[in-house]
Antibody, heavy 120, light 110 residues
Framework: QLQLQESGPGLVKPSETLSLTCTVSGGSISSSHYYWGWIRQPPGKGLEWIGSIYYSGSTYYNPSLKSRVTILVDTSKNQFSLKLSSVTAADTAVYYC????????????WGQGTLVTVSS | QSALTQPASVSGSPGQSITISCTGTSSDVGGYDYVSWYQQHPGKAPKLMIYDVSNRPSGVSNRFSGSKSGNTASLTISGLQAEDEADYYCSSPTSVSTGVFGGGTRLTVL
């Protein structure tokens, strides 16, 4: 059964870069059928797509975050990663990694989520 | 892109049916047959309940159904059960190769 697990610091200082990794087990990240993405949810608020990546490296980003986001894939480790630069308190959220059947929609599998707090 | 519009809350009694709407534009909901719906219980990750407007993943109860008319998609839950109490989100691709969620609807089972 496919499992996704987020890892990374739970606390990031303002203006620094948030970095998270998603490790995929029970399936290959190189599958031609899926896209691998990041979604976040501020405390008490709704869901927001950050972006997604295909195993070939093609990326799709939320226009509102595009200037600060980088998503990379490492097929040798069956992992993909998120970097979000110049963070502020507004970036405090639970960050989910996910598997989708299209670039930024139809999520079939989710990680458990990890809370990242931006604070000095 | 703006979030899709959902009612903030809906409620129903056990055994009843409820419908949650999700309104977008011709650039998202109205332009694609790829609307999906997610259920999220407190402190948990969302779960896919409906994809491609009206299809249910394996293991999802047939009490959940989806439809679309124009720029509005709908999720209907029949035979409400206490376990259905959760937040529900719709999602759609957009014309600029991105995706957008609805603002979420809190379902209360009375």
């Amino acid at each position: 059964q496919l499992q996704l697990q987020e890892s990374g610091p739970g606390l990031v200082k303002p203006s620094e870069t948030l970095s998270l990794t998603c490790t995929v087990s029970g399936g290959s990240i190189s599958s031609s059928h899926y896209y691998w993405g990041w979604i976040r949810q501020p405390p008490g608020k709704g869901l927001e797509w950050i972006g997604s990546i295909y195993y070939s490296g093609s990326t799709y980003y939320n226009p509102s975050l595009k200037s600060r986001v980088t998503i990379l894939v490492d097929t040798s480790k069956n992992q993909f990663s998120l970097k979000l630069s110049s963070v502020t308190a507004a970036d405090t959220a639970v960050y989910y990694c996910a598997r989708a059947v299209r670039p930024m929609t139809t999520v079939t599998s989710w990680g458990q989520g990890t809370l990242v707090t931006v604070s000095s | 892109q703006s979030a899709l519009t959902q009612p903030a809350s809906v409620s129903g009694s056990p055994g009843q049916s409820i419908t949650i709407s999700c309104t977008g534009t011709s650039s998202d909901v109205g332009g694609y047959d790829y609307v999906s719906w997610y259920q999220q219980h407190p402190g948990k990750a969302p779960k896919l309940m409906i994809y491609d407007v009206s299809n249910r993943p394996s293991g999802v109860s047939n009490r959940f159904s989806g439809s679309k008319s124009g720029n509005t998609a709908s999720l209907t839950i029949s035979g409400l059960q206490a376990e259905d109490e959760a937040d529900y989100y719709c999602s759609s691709p957009t014309s600029v190769s991105t995706g957008v969620f609805g603002g979420g609807t809190r379902l209360t089972v009375l």
